[in-house]
């Protein structure tokens, strides 16, 4: 026999939850953590503030739910598919290039959130790169540049940590201001593929000239 619910209880549907991680992403990217309301990310939802506590407890909760539930499995996709790749370093750039890329049109929340949250000084989630991100992602890639420059595949020139740092300076700062200069420049070719092949480009030819044949 089932139990009476409570009066005023809500009751648990797990697409309300669902949908409340999701605008919370949304919100937390926009306008940040520290600024985001329960009423804002339940009204974004199309559900009762009543549910965030029936479902995360408080805001805190609510934030740690997405992290685990939002940011890290992207991140730890990512990761999975850098493994998969070889050994040569052209490889695993396209890869994760492309990957963020994949991440991005899928989930376009996750490059303002990475300035706001994880770049800023005060970011709510500062700490995340280092404990859970930098094991996942850069230190992985850091390891897979320096031996490939060990058996003489990547330019000695480089540091293999600050490629890392590079590519995601390439990467997920772009797709942040991407608002700002494809106003600038206004032209509806510089897509999302554009601006990978741009970055893949330049990343394996730099400057060149191009020789003529």
Known sequence: MNRPRSPGRPSGDPQQREALLDAA????????????????????????????????????????????????????????????????????????????????????????LWVREILSEDGQLRDLLEQSIAPLVPQLLAQRFSAAQARGALNAQLDPRLLVVSLIGLTLLPYAAAPLWRGIFDDPQLDDEALIQHTLALLDRGLETPHAP
């Open 25 to 112: 992403v949304e919100i937390f990217a926009h306008h940040g953590i520290r600024a985001a309301s329960l009423r804002g990310i339940a009204t974004q939802a199309g559900v009762t503030p009543a549910l965030i506590n029936y479902y995360f407890g408080n805001k805190q909760r609510l934030v740690e739910a997405a992290v685990q539930e939002r940011l890290l499995p992207l991140i730890q996709a990512l990761a999975e598919r850098l493994r998969q790749v070889g050994e040569h370093p052209g490889e695993l750039i396209e890869t994760f290039v492309r990957g963020i890329g994949a991440t991005v049109a899928r989930h376009p929340w996750l490059p303002p």
